[in-house]
């Protein structure tokens, strides 16, 4: 079976389990913060594509691009898990388990 440049990166299987912690946090937000749940669901997706779009790139200047982008999504995110925890949407096991794999995520 074929493979993709993305499915060798540590860095693109974190940002996948990060992924299932986001949806945890938005399947538990209550209605009235519809724009919690649509701003993590973009930006925790836009970490996983920028990823692969990085490593599916042969430009040196345009991967280096899309893992940036990958970055600031990654800590757009952690900024987002962070209101939520303040304003109690989500419990902060989710908070921790979500920054630790955002953490590995900007670390690689």
Same mark, same amino acid.
């Given at each position: !079976? ?9 860095? =693109? ?10 949806? @945890?946090?938005?399947? *538990?937000?209550?209605?009235? =913060?519809? =724009? ?8 925790? &997706? ?12 042969? !430009?040196?200047?345009?991967?280096? @691009?899309?893992? *940036? !982008?990958?970055? *600031? ?25 979500? *920054?630790?794999? &955002?953490? @590995?995520?900007?670390?690689?």
């Amino acid at each position: !079976m074929h493979q993709f440049d993305h499915d060798e990166l540590d860095v =693109y299987r974190i940002a996948i389990s990060f992924l299932d912690v986001a949806n @945890r946090v938005i399947t *538990r937000i209550p209605r009235g =913060y519809a =724009y919690f749940k649509d701003q993590l669901g973009r930006a925790s &997706l836009s970490v996983v594509a920028n990823i692969s779009e990085g490593a599916g790139e042969f !430009m040196p200047a345009e991967k280096a @691009r899309f893992y *940036r !982008m990958a970055c *600031r999504s990654a800590t757009e995110c952690a900024a987002l898990l962070d209101a939520c925890g303040g304003l109690k949407l989500t419990d902060p096991e989710n908070v921790t388990k979500g *920054r630790e794999l &955002l953490l @590995r995520i900007v670390g690689c």
